[in-house]
């Protein structure tokens, strides 16, 4: 499940794109964390929760497909 992976979010006028390679989702759920707690950010805590969820399905979908 290595590659090149991407997840964005677009709030208001800001864009936030996080990309990573597939394996690293826990560095990336670290990142979320640290941007919500960051309060000089739009991005909060239901944006880390709705991507984490995002990351989550996309990972389901793929373990899906390996098991065929």
């Known amino acids: 499940m290595k590659g090149m992976r991407q997840l964005s979010l677009v709030k208001g006028s800001e864009r936030f794109v996080f990309r990573y390679i597939g394996g690293d989702e826990a560095k990336v759920i670290d990142a979320f964390a640290t941007l919500a707690s960051d309060r000089s950010t739009k991005f909060d ?15 389901e979908t793929e373990l899906d497909e390996v098991a065929k």
């Open 45 to 59: 805590w239901f944006d880390a929760a709705v991507l984490s969820y995002q990351m989550g399905r996309r990972l």
